[in-house]
């Protein structure tokens, strides 16, 4: 009936309807800024820069694409990986001055 070659494509056209099907929520939280604040939350406490993460938390703790960041890229769980932490660090410096800067505007 099917080529080896065509089963194999039909095969991984279902694996990424299944995975676009299965996880919508996820491909647009990707695309969010708070989505990527939750992720450098959770490098920042990978690294040890409780309090960037900590106040990134009390400012956004409570909406879902910041927790969705958050919680897809928590890396507690291993014991070594290797982040550019000091840039971690600069980049929420930055970032959170610019946002205390337009808080006293």
Partial sequence: MFS???RQVCLALFLCATAVAMAPGQLEAEESGL?????YAAYARHC????????????YGDLEDFKSG????DL????????????VEDA????LEEVKAE???
């Fill in 92 to 95: 929420l410096v930055d970032f």
């Fill in 35 to 39: 989505y990527t604040l939750g992720k």
């Fill in 48 to 59: 040890g820069h409780h309090s960037l993460a900590k106040e990134l938390q009390s400012r």
């Fill in 76 to 87: 507690q769980k291993y014991d070594y990986v290797r982040l550019p932490c000091g840039r």
């Fill in 103 to 105: 808080d006293a505007k």
């Fill in 4 to 6: 080896a070659a065509s």
């Fill in 70 to 73: 958050r919680r897809q890229h």
